[in-house]
């Protein structure tokens, strides 16, 4: 049975680390720069003759692996790491989880400060990668444009005068509970780590677990809608290459924009088949206005039927919300 919080952590949710890998071989997640993931697995294909890709999976082992190389494994390459240097790393990052889930004084059911441990994914993660990128080569995420700094200053400005908690509108959209966006949604974390896929003739359904966000991606070759029409999660179009589900996905809107990026980004999906049980999710970026070249990290997804997606009782307004709100408001009394 799986426990999960929901309006406790909803409206001031911790984000802990970033995401990681099973026990597939960071060899076979990880290609080499510019190539797209090769497989010679061929799935089983639906009624109307598309690979079959459908069914429930989890990435939850994928917490607690950087984004990018992290400095203590400087020069490096993902292709270095095999199962032997794997395993110590493993072992090292469910230390540090299991221990950074410890309230200091709390008992054994106050581990995580906000219920027992037991309601949580990412303790012992099982990751394959030492980091997420691999490409560029260097495993680091490409400088940003001297365009995107001037738009984060003129962020930054905008903001003067204001606190983190003067109104709802401060906060994240996942604060909120209103979305994660595109790559949000596919971000391990501490719970909420499923993903069920359907497909049908001319389209595939991607619903996930954490904010009761639906995707619903067209793959009858229509067109993307016209670039005024924004969306949280964009607008995705998707298409097939052999075994590989490739969506293409723009018209993000400005409020969840990944990392800053401007109206310009596209977003670029692979799920390929590695093996009947496992999903190879790869995310590239492409804005020319906000990074000096395009990057991409990736993942796997892990078939699990007994993970399905859990009820994700959150909402605007809900409690953790309104306790930020009032809790600003009681600081700023007391100052008085």
């Known amino acids: 049975m799986r426990f999960t919080l929901r309006i406790t952590l909803c409206g001031a949710v911790v984000l802990v680390a970033l995401v990681g890998s099973s026990f597939t071989s960071a060899q076979s997640l990880a290609p080499r720069a510019g190539n797209a993931a090769r497989s010679e697995y061929t799935p089983s294909q639906t009624p109307w003759g598309e690979p079959d890709l459908q069914g429930i999976y989890t ?3 994928e917490n607690g692996t950087p984004m990018e190389q992290p400095a203590d494994l400087a020069g490096k390459r993902l292709e270095d790491f095999g199962e032997k240097e794997m395993a110590a790393l493993r072992a090292d990052r469910q230390k540090r989880a299991q221990a950074g889930a410890r309230s200091i004084g709390g008992s054994s059911e106050e581990d995580t400060g906000a219920g027992p441990s037991h309601w949580y994914e990412h303790l012992q993660a099982n990751n394959s990668q030492p980091w997420l990128v691999f490409d560029p080569p260097s495993g680091k995420i ?3 444009t001297a365009a995107a700094r001037q738009r984060a200053a003129a962020r930054q400005a905008s903001r003067k005068g204001r606190g983190p908690a003067d109104s709802w509108t401060d906060r994240s959209l996942f604060d909120r509970c209103v979305s994660l966006g595109v ?9 909420g780590n499923a993903y069920d896929i359907t497909q049908g003739p001319g389209f595939v359904a991607i619903r996930y677990e954490m904010i009761h966000e639906a995707r619903i991606i067209p793959t009858n070759n229509s067109s993307h809608l016209s670039s005024a029409l924004k969306n949280y ?3 995705a179009r998707g298409r097939w290459e052999g075994s590989t589900l490739v969506v293409e996905t723009t018209n993000f809107h400005p409020l969840i924009a990944f990392r800053g990026a401007s109206e310009k980004l596209k977003v670029t999906e692979r799920f390929t088949p590695v093996n009947a049980n496992t999903l190879r999710w790869e995310i590239r ?3 020319p206005d906000t990074w000096e070249q395009s990057w991409a990290y990736a993942m796997p997804l892990k078939r699990d039927a007994e993970h399905a997606p859990y009820e994700y009782a959150c909402h605007e307004g809900n409690r953790g919300l309104a306790n930020i709100l009032s809790a600003a408001r009681a600081e700023e009394k007391a100052a008085k």
Request: glycine share 10%.
């Open 59 to 61: 990435n939850a082992d």
């Open 142 to 144: 490409p400088p940003i």
């Open 183 to 191: 790559p949000g949604s596919m971000t391990p974390m501490i719970y």
């Open 285 to 287: 970026f492409d804005d």
């Open 233 to 235: 999660m964009g607008d």
